[in-house]
């Protein structure tokens, strides 16, 4: 089993960034392939990045260049740096973990998932 535990959402201006932070318990998150996904109220919950155990990095195309993903094995913790932040970048915002091989853009590949933290961007 694994714990996830999201933090550092909150609200932010256009323009601005946050990094928010997945902290793993239970079992070292090396192991496992991880993801962010968020979720708008109305809409499904979407792949944002993610990262395999060896560091590559996958990115949807409505971030890529503004996120990065990475990871620290040390601390147990998953991050998401956020820049250049858009309204349409609010919502709740998920770390999930996976046991996959390679980094899957589905939530159901994914078998443990946090809390949620809750980003939002005023214009």
């Known amino acids: 089993q694994v714990q996830l535990v999201e933090s550092g959402g909150g609200l932010v201006q256009a323009g601005g960034s946050l990094r928010l932070s997945c902290v793993g318990s239970?079992?070292?998150?090396?192991?496992?392939?991880m993801g962010w996904f968020r979720q708008a109220p109305g809409k499904e919950r979407e792949f944002v990045a993610g990262?395999?155990?060896?560091?590559?990095?996958v990115y949807a195309d409505s971030v890529k260049g503004r996120f990065t993903i990475s990871r620290d094995n040390a601390k147990n913790t998953v991050y998401l740096q956020m820049n250049s932040l858009k309204p349409e970048d609010t919502a709740v915002y998920y770390c999930?973990?996976?046991?996959?091989?390679?980094?899957?853009?589905?939530?159901?590949?994914?078998?443990?998932w946090g809390q949620g933290t809750q980003v939002t961007v005023s214009s």
């Open positions: 999930a973990a996976s046991s996959r091989v390679a980094v899957k853009t589905t939530p159901y590949e994914y078998n443990y």
């Open positions: 990262i395999t155990r060896s560091g590559s990095t």
């Open positions: 239970g079992r070292t998150l090396s192991s496992y392939v």
